[in-house]
């Protein structure tokens, strides 16, 4: 049988080599954007309450009407913006899925979507299964800073959409508040979506703000806004997110959403209504992790690697420019086989295979895994 791929330069993801690379090796994993400890314990057993009381069968498809609830009340808090539970507020099985679902929701054939690398990489497949155009705009390193000139220029009859993603993954670089005017100058009076991935709210550096896209009334109305339980919980393996969005587009996204997953796990989205109420655990997470950032930082000061500035999410990229002239996928196997810590090479994030000779290692571990990892680093 002749199988014609629809994804012919797709591979395996690099979270997916990098992970079995380190267990092969025995190596320190900083590679994949998990943590090495486990999600409170208070969560842990709401959820097992949940499952052991009977609550395992389907969740209503926009999810259990408990947690949209939170949801509504925490963007209100932080934000001021209003989503109505019942009708703009979708949980999904996942943040990846959320945004496969709202890329899916408003491209059609032909259209073009920005997408500003280095890019986490389920954001082009999702546009070329719709048949969109992707069409890339580059950070400004070493500061990953947005043009916004360019972006204007990139503007054509064809833009649908353009996709942010801030704290952003890989570099943790965050949007400003000149940012984001420069981005209502540029989409007002236009037909152009604009899907928000903020799955690092919460985890935001050095007393700075989260400009969330739902402070902005002028942007929520054409905007899907995407955050992830699993980051903000230390629970990335429950693989629950949520979109939230204007009633229209929210429509059109549980038309996508309804056939993907159609509902996400039950128990685990009840115990999480009920964590947070626990407000703290969200909002002490930049101070939690600011504190594994700057061990880490500190760490690193006796190696040749050199850290560039983090404002958000849990890693750092870090230039190796002075340990080796190699591409960065040829040094980060080294690392993991030679060396034994793993890391990601942010190439892969660039359609062109951009190479600054960096690479980008994840924090969100004990303070052991850090130290040792480290003690290694500080070797070469």
Not at 18 to 38: C, K, R, V, W
Not at 129 to 147: A, S
Not at 343 to 351: C, D, L, M, N, Q
Request: proline share 5%; aromatic share 12%; hydrophobic share 40%.
């Amino acid at each position: 049988m002749n199988l014609q791929t629809k994804l012919p330069d797709v591979g395996v993801t690099i979270f997916t080599v990098m992970s079995q690379m380190a267990n092969e090796s025995g190596a320190i994993n900083l590679s994949q954007g998990f943590p090495d400890f486990d999600a409170p314990a208070a969560l842990v057993d709401k959820a097992a309450a949940y499952m052991g009381s009977g609550h395992n069968q389907y969740a209503p498809m926009q999810g259990v009407m408990p947690l949209r609830e939170k949801i509504a009340a925490k963007t209100k808090m932080l934000y001021g913006a209003e989503y109505d539970p019942v009708s703009e507020i979708t949980v999904t099985s996942g943040a990846t899925e959320a945004l496969f679902a709202a890329i899916t929701a408003v491209v059609n054939p032909g259209d073009e979507v920005l997408v500003f690398e280095p890019a986490y990489d389920s954001y082009v497949p999702a546009i070329l299964l719709n048949g969109g155009k992707p069409v890339f705009l580059q950070y400004k390193f070493p500061e990953y800073k947005i043009d916004w000139n360019q972006v204007a220029d990139a503007i054509t009859g064809k833009t649908r959409l353009i996709i942010l993603n801030s704290p952003h993954n890989p570099s943790g670089a965050i949007l400003d508040t000149q940012d984001i005017a420069a981005l209502t100058d540029i989409v007002r009076d236009s037909n152009i979506f604009i899907v928000s991935d903020e799955v690092y709210e919460h985890i935001v550096f050095d007393g700075r703000r989260h400009e969330s896209i739902t402070r902005y009334p002028e942007l929520v109305a054409r905007s899907f806004v995407i955050s992830s339980f699993g980051k903000t919980y230390h629970a990335t393996g429950w693989k629950i997110g949520y979109c939230v969005a204007p009633k229209k587009l929210s429509v059109e996204f549980q038309k996508i959403h309804q056939f993907v997953t159609f509902a996400s796990n039950t128990p685990i989205q009840l115990a999480l209504a009920d964590f947070m109420d626990n407000t703290a655990a969200y909002l002490d997470l930049g101070a939690f992790y600011q504190k594994r950032r700057d061990l880490f930082v500190d760490l690193l000061a006796g190696s040749r690697f050199k850290p560039s500035a983090c404002l958000g999410t849990y890693f750092l990229m870090v230039d190796y420019s002075e340990i080796s002239d190699e591409p960065d996928m040829d040094f980060a196997k080294r690392l993991t086989r030679k060396y034994g810590v793993a890391a990601i090479p942010p190439s892969v994030f660039y359609h062109n295979h951009i190479d600054h000779k960096v690479v980008r290692f994840c924090f969100a571990k004990r303070d052991e895994t850090l130290k040792e990892a480290a003690r290694i680093l500080c070797q070469i």
